[in-house]
C-alpha cells in the first residue's frame, strides 16, 4: 500500500509523520504548482469549488509518482465538502485510476469509521495509536507556532527570503523529528533565530491586517498566492483568524473542543445557522478582528463556494457597524496574481494612511 | 522648475505625462501597448526626445499599472504603485473636494471612494469585460461606428432601448437583436452606455456610497453617452477632467514627487537608443516554478523580475544552469 494524502500547508508535515509511524510507505504528493491546478480544472466538473479541483490535481500527481491508496476526510457537511472524496473517487475511476480510498467517513456510522480507521493505524496497539498521535499532534502545534512567528518577523527582513529559508529549515528538521523533546527543541531554536530579526519596539506601528475565509485557502500558500508572505514584505502583520490546529479542532470530533461554538456565537446577528464551511466563522473572525483593533481584514473567499457567499453577503454590514475594512478577495483558477497584487498594495495603502492620519490627529 | 516623470502601463493602453512640481502638465501622451510595453514606452520616449531634446531633466518618476513592475525596471523608476493609489492621487489633486472616482479603461474598470483627501474604500473588476471600454471597443465596430463618435451619436437618442444582459455574451446578442427589431442605431448606441453604467454600478459599484463631487477618469471617459449616462442614473453630475486619460500617469508622477527623492533612478531618454530585450526562464529551484524575466540593456543584465524568493535579485547571481 502506497499511501497519499490531500494536503493543505504545511499540515503536510504532520499527516506524513503519523502516517510513517505507523508504518506506511506515504508517497507525498509534489508541492502544488500550476501544472496541479490544471490537471485538477481539467477534470473536476467546472463548478466544482476550487479546493476540490487543487487536491483532484494532487492526487493524480501523487499517482504518477506510485500512489495507489489515498487517505481523505468525508461525510462533513452542510457544505460540498462532505462530497469531496465521492466526487473525487469517481473521477479517478471514471480515468482509469484503481484506487483504494480510506475515507474517515465521520457521518457514515462507527463500525466503518473504526475499520477506516484500523487500516490507518495499520492495526498498531492502543499505546502505539497514543504515542503516533501524541507525536503528530505536537508537530501540529509547532508547525502553528512557526507560522505564527514568521508573521512577526517577515516586516522585518534582512534581505528578501530570509524568513522562509529560515522556515524551510526547519520544516525539514521538524519532518525528521521522531519524539517530543526534539520537536519542542527545534522550536525553540526557531524562536531564537526570529527573535534576531524581530524589531519589537517596532511591531506595534505595524499597520495590522486579520485574514479570514475559507479553511482551505486561508491555509494553503500554493492557493491563496502566498498572501502572508506578500503582506509581511509589505511591512504588514497579517495575522490568520485560525490556523491548522483550529481546523483539526473544528472537523474532527475527537478534538473538538467547545469554544469554537463560543467563538462563533457574535455572528449570530447576522448568520443565525451554521451554512457550512466557514460561513459563520468568517463572520465571528472579522468581528474578533475589530474589536482587537485591527486595521482591517482580509477575507479569502473560493469562486462558487457557498458558505462564503453567504458571508460576503453580510460582510459589508458587519464592515459598517464595527468599523473595519474588509477586502474580499474570490479566488479561483481564472484568478491572476497580478489583479491580487494590486488590490492588497491598493487596500495597505489605505490602511497605511489612514493609521497614519489616525495618529496625526 | 523640477520635472517628474509619470508612466502607466496597461495591457491595452500605456499613457505617460510630464508634470511640474505644481503637478501641470507639460507633456500628455496616450499610446496603443499593443502586448508590447517597452515599445508603446519607447515610441513615447521617442516624441518626448524629439520635442524637448534629450537633456531634459527629470527629476523623479513613478510607474504604475499592470506591466509596472517590468517598465519600472526598465526605465528606472523612483516610485512604483498599483493603479489605485496612483488614479486616487490624481484625482484628488485635481479636485481635493472629491469623493468618488469611477475610472474605466480599456481591460478593467475601478471605483474609489474617498472621504477628507483619504480613500476609505474601492473595488476594482478585471474579469467580466461587459463594463469596460474594450466591450465598447467592439460592439462600435459592430455597428460600424468609430469608436470617438460613439458618445456624439449616442446622444442624438430619442427613444434608448433598453439592452438586457450582464455580460458580453448576452448584452451583445441582445443588441443583435434590438438591430434587427429596427431601432435606431443612437438608440442602441445610447442603450450600450446604460448597460455599462448598469453592469458598473451592479458589479463595481456595488454596495458602494456614491457621492459627488465625482470624477469619471479613464479612456472610456472620452464618451460623453457614458457620462450622460451615469448622470441619469445616479441623478448629479459628473466631473471628466480634462486629463482624464492621462490620470494614471499623472498619479504615478504626483507620487514621485512626493517622495522626495534626492537623485533619481531614471536612466533617461536615451535608453530609446538601446537595445532593450527581456529573456525569461522557469526557475526550477523549488515547487514554485517562478517565470523569471531577464532584463537586458545593449546585452547587459540589468534587472531581473519574477522571482519569490530573493535570491534572483542579486545579479551576481549566476549558477550555470
Ligand atoms: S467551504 Fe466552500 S470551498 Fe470549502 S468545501 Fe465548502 S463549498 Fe467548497
Ligand atoms: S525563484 Fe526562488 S521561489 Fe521561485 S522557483 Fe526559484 S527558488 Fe523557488
Not at chain 1, 486561508?218 to 483550529?246: C, M, P, Q, S
Request: glycine share 10%; hydrophobic share 40%.
Amino acid at each position: 500500500m502506497k499511501i497519499t494524502y490531500p494536503p493543505f500547508g504545511d499540515a503536510r508535515i504532520a499527516i506524513e509523520s503519523f502516517l510513517r509511524d505507523f508504518g506506511h510507505e506515504v508517497i507525498p504528493p509534489p508541492p502544488s504548482t500550476n501544472r496541479t491546478l490544471s490537471i485538477g480544472v481539467k477534470y473536476a466538473p467546472e463548478f466544482a469549488c476550487l479546493p476540490l479541483k487543487i487536491t483532484l490535481g494532487n492526487y493524480i500527481e501523487a499517482i504518477e509518482k506510485g500512489a495507489d491508496t489515498i487517505l481523505m476526510l468525508g461525510g462533513i457537511g452542510p457544505c460540498r465538502f462532505g462530497y469531496y472524496a465521492e466526487v473525487q473517487r469517481r473521477i479517478l475511476k471514471d480515468l482509469g485510476y484503481d484506487i483504494d480510498w480510506i475515507v474517515l467517513d465521520l457521518s457514515n456510522g462507527w463500525i466503518n469509521l473504526f475499520k477506516s480507521i484500523e487500516k490507518v493505524t495499520n492495526r498498531s496497539n492502543i499505546i502505539k495509536v497514543m504515542k503516533v498521535l501524541r507525536l503528530a499532534w505536537e508537530k501540529v502545534l509547532a508547525i502553528d507556532e512557526i507560522e505564527k512567528i514568521s508573521r512577526r518577523a517577515r516586516p522585518f527582513e534582512r534581505y528578501k527570503g530570509e524568513v522562509d529559508n529560515i522556515i524551510r529549515e526547519t520544516h525539514k528538521r521538524l519532518d525528521q523529528a521522531n519524539n517530543i523533546l526534539k520537536v519542542r527543541q527545534i522550536l525553540s531554536e526557531y524562536r531564537e533565530t526570529m527573535d534576531e530579526i524581530i524589531d519589537k519596539n517596532s511591531l506595534k506601528d505595524l499597520v495590522k491586517i486579520g485574514i479570514v475565509g475559507e479553511f482551505y485557502v486561508v491555509l494553503d500558500h500554493f492557493t491563496n498566492f502566498e498572501i502572508a508572505k506578500r503582506l509581511g514584505e509589505l511591512g504588514v502583520l497579517a495575522e490568520n483568524a485560525f490556523y491548522i490546529e483550529d481546523i483539526v479542532r473544528i472537523y474532527l470530533p475527537l478534538f473538538r473542543s467547545k469554544d469554537i461554538d463560543e467563538r462563533t456565537r457574535v455572528a449570530l446577528p447576522y448568520i443565525r445557522r451554521s451554512v457550512g464551511g466557514e460561513g459563520q466563522r468568517t463572520i465571528a473572525h472579522t468581528i474578533e478582528f475589530a474589536e482587537r483593533g485591527f486595521d482591517g481584514v482580509i477575507h479569502l473567499s473560493p469562486f462558487t463556494c457557498m458558505p462564503e457567499i453567504v458571508a460576503d453577503g453580510v460582510l459589508e454590514k458587519v464592515s459598517k457597524d464595527y468599523n473595519i475594512q474588509v477586502l474580499t478577495l474570490s479566488i479561483d483558477e481564472q484568478t491572476g496574481l497580478a489583479g491580487i497584487t494590486t488590490r492588497i498594495e491598493a487596500f495597505i495603502d489605505m490602511l497605511k494612511t489612514k493609521k497614519r492620519r489616525r495618529i496625526a490627529v | 522648475m523640477k520635472k517628474f516623470l509619470g508612466i502607466d502601463v496597461g495591457s491595452v493602453s500605456t499613457d505617460i505625462a510630464i508634470i511640474d512640481e505644481k503637478g501641470n502638465i507639460i507633456i500628455g501622451l496616450y499610446l496603443r501597448t499593443a502586448g508590447d510595453p517597452i515599445k508603446a514606452v519607447k515610441d513615447g520616449f521617442f516624441k518626448i526626445k524629439s520635442q524637448f531634446g534629450s537633456d531634459l531633466k527629470i527629476d523623479g518618476v513613478g510607474v504604475t499599472g499592470s506591466a509596472r513592475f517590468l517598465i519600472g525596471a526598465v526605465v528606472g523608476a523612483d516610485v512604483i504603485k498599483n493603479e489605485i493609489t496612483a488614479h486616487a492621487v490624481a484625482g484628488l489633486h485635481y479636485n481635493p473636494k472629491v469623493q468618488t472616482i469611477i475610472e474605466i479603461g480599456g481591460q478593467d474598470s475601478k471605483i474609489i471612494i474617498i472621504r477628507d483627501g483619504i480613500v476609505v474604500d474601492f473595488a476594482m473588476n478585471s474579469v467580466c469585460a461587459a463594463g469596460t471600454g474594450s466591450f465598447l471597443d467592439h460592439q462600435a465596430q459592430r455597428l460600424g461606428i468609430p469608436i470617438e463618435e460613439f458618445g456624439d451619436v449616442a446622444l442624438r437618442a430619442q427613444k434608448p432601448v433598453r439592452i438586457a444582459g450582464r455580460c458580453t455574451v448576452f448584452a451583445e446578442s441582445d443588441m443583435i437583436h434590438k438591430q434587427q427589431l429596427g431601432h435606431k442605431r443612437e438608440d442602441i448606441l445610447f442603450g450600450l452606455c446604460e448597460a455599462l453604467v448598469r453592469n458598473y454600478l451592479s458589479n463595481v459599484g456595488r454596495g458602494k456610497e456614491i457621492l459627488p463631487p465625482i470624477l469619471f477618469q479613464g479612456g472610456v471617459a472620452a464618451n460623453k453617452g457614458i457620462k450622460v449616462a451615469f448622470e441619469r442614473a445616479l441623478g448629479t453630475e459628473i466631473i471628466v477632467p480634462p486629463y482624464f486619460s492621462l490620470m494614471g500617469a499623472i498619479g504615478a508622477g504626483l507620487l514621485a514627487q512626493e517622495a522626495n527623492i534626492r537623485k533619481s533612478n531614471f536612466k533617461g531618454f536615451d535608453i530609446v537608443d538601446q537595445d532593450i530585450t527581456t529573456r525569461g526562464f522557469e526557475c526550477k529551484g523549488c515547487s514554485n516554478l517562478c517565470e523569471i524575466t531577464n532584463i537586458f540593456i545593449e546585452g547587459k543584465l540589468v534587472a531581473r523580475l519574477g522571482g519569490r524568493c530573493g535570491k534572483w535579485e542579486d545579479l551576481e547571481y549566476n549558477p550555470s544552469l
